[in-house]
T-cell receptor, first 112, second 112 residues
Framework: NAGVTQTPKFQVLKTGQSMTLQCAQD?????MSWYRQDPGMGLRLIHY???????DQGEVPNGYNVSRSTTEDFPLRLLSAAPSQTSVYFC???????????FGPGTRLTVL | QKEVEQDPGPLSVPEGAIVSLNCTYSNSAFQYFMWYRQYSRKGPELLMYTYSSGNKEDGRFTAQVDKSSKYISLFIRDSQPSDSATYLC????????????FGQGTELSVKP
């Protein structure tokens, strides 16, 4: 199993650009989530999904969109990038909502 | 006030020392408690997962939960340089789709 994979590893955007961060898992997990990690802030939940076709907002959802058309994939879209979205983004998945969450390697995003 | 408070450190100890990492929380509804370890530029990986008050041991690691005091701890015995990482506590409510609330993380350095 590859586990949780994320692409790209690094990305630099200009303010106002849009992009999609990709996340995929091959463990047949129902639950997937996106976090951002900023210095001194820990990990904060952006959006999550409890299954294909079902998504919900986390703690810091503004400026981000998600969709879940398949069990395997959970892309995160930045609609109009802002410098405040400079962060490291982690995708995670688990078998159920209370099971261990497995994290991907992260995407380092810089918005200029 | 943050729901979960964790001293960010950094904490530096000599090899072989006993390390104590702690988190406090304000929401008495948290049902499960986790400790994640995160090496530099990597995704977090689960170390310990507990549901109830008391101690749980796994090798050199012991997780302790005191729900009455809203306090959790992670103890590392015989610390090794390979334990140098950031340690994150996380807590979940169980009935909110698997959302985890993370502490800020404590940066630990074990010197040979």
């Amino acid at each position: 199993n590859a586990g949780v994979t994320q692409t790209p590893k690094f990305q630099v955007l200009k303010t106002g650009q849009s992009m999609t961060l990709q996340c995929a898992q091959d463990m047949n997990h129902e639950y997937m989530s996106w976090y951002r990690q900023d210095p001194g802030m820990g990990l904060r939940l952006i959006h999550y999904s409890v299954g294909a076709g079902i998504t919900d907002q986390g703690e810091v959802p503004n400026g981000y969109n998600v969709s879940r058309s398949t069990t395997e994939d959970f892309p995160l879209r930045l609609l109009s990038a802002a410098p405040s979205q400079t962060s490291v983004y982690f995708c995670a998945s688990s078998y159920s909502t209370t099971d261990t969450q497995y994290f991907g390697p992260g995407t380092r995003l810089t918005v200029l | 006030q943050k729901e979960v408070e964790q001293d960010p450190g950094p904490l530096s100890v000599p090899e072989g020392a006993i390390v104590s990492l702690n988190c406090t929380y304000s929401n008495s509804a948290f049902q499960y408690f986790m400790w994640y370890r995160q090496y530099s530029r990597k995704g977090p990986e689960l170390l310990m997962y507990t549901y109830s008050s008391g101690n749980k041991e796994d090798g050199r690691f012991t997780a302790q939960v005191d729900k009455s005091s809203k306090y959790i701890s992670l103890f590392i015995r015989d610390s090794q340089p390979s334990d140098s990482a950031t340690y994150l506590c996380a807590m979940g409510l169980g009935n909110q789709g698997g959302k985890l609330i993370f502490g800020q993380g404590t940066e630990l350095s074990v010197k040979p």
